[in-house]
């Protein structure tokens, strides 16, 4: 019984594992954001995204969407989608209808359908 449960552990692991090695792994892309305007005001703000791999060459083709929260519990998030402006590049315009403290979250399935999921904070966004 002990032994089959232990078998059982190893399998998972032994998936896990796998399944690791059969998606490539993605870490080696970088993801600049820049927000207008600079100091975030409540209302409308433009979020711009540059998508580059370690050589330092524009990623193109990514299907990008984010969604914006509260550091505090029981705000209704805010989800926009971005669009590719030219290559690598790409921007979306959020809605934040709160003063206080927001992080993005991005979601980016690329061209060849592997995701990538990065995150960053827009703090201190005053009153309008
Ligand atoms: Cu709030």
């Not at 820049?34 to 990623?59: F, K």
């Not at 805010?78 to 993005?104: H, K, N």
């Not at 399935?109 to 703090?123: A, E, N, S, V, W």
Request: proline content about 5%; some cysteine.
């Amino acid at each position: 019984m002990l032994s089959r449960r232990s078998s059982l552990v190893a399998l998972c692991v032994w998936l896990a594992l796998a399944q690791g090695c059969r998606k490539e792994p993605v870490s080696d892309l970088t993801l600049a954001h820049e927000v207008s305007p600079n100091p975030p005001r409540v209302g409308p703000v433009t979020i711009t995204l540059r998508l580059t791999d370690t050589a330092g060459r524009q990623v193109d083709g990514a299907r990008i969407t984010l969604e914006a929260n509260m550091s505090h519990a029981g705000m209704v998030p805010v989800f926009a989608e971005a669009r590719e402006t030219e290559p690598g590049r790409y921007q979306s315009t959020m809605e934040l209808s709160m003063a206080g403290d927001w992080f993005i979250l991005v979601h980016v399935t690329l061209k060849d359908g592997r995701k990538i999921d990065r995150q960053f904070d827009i703090k201190g966004v005053v009153a309008a």
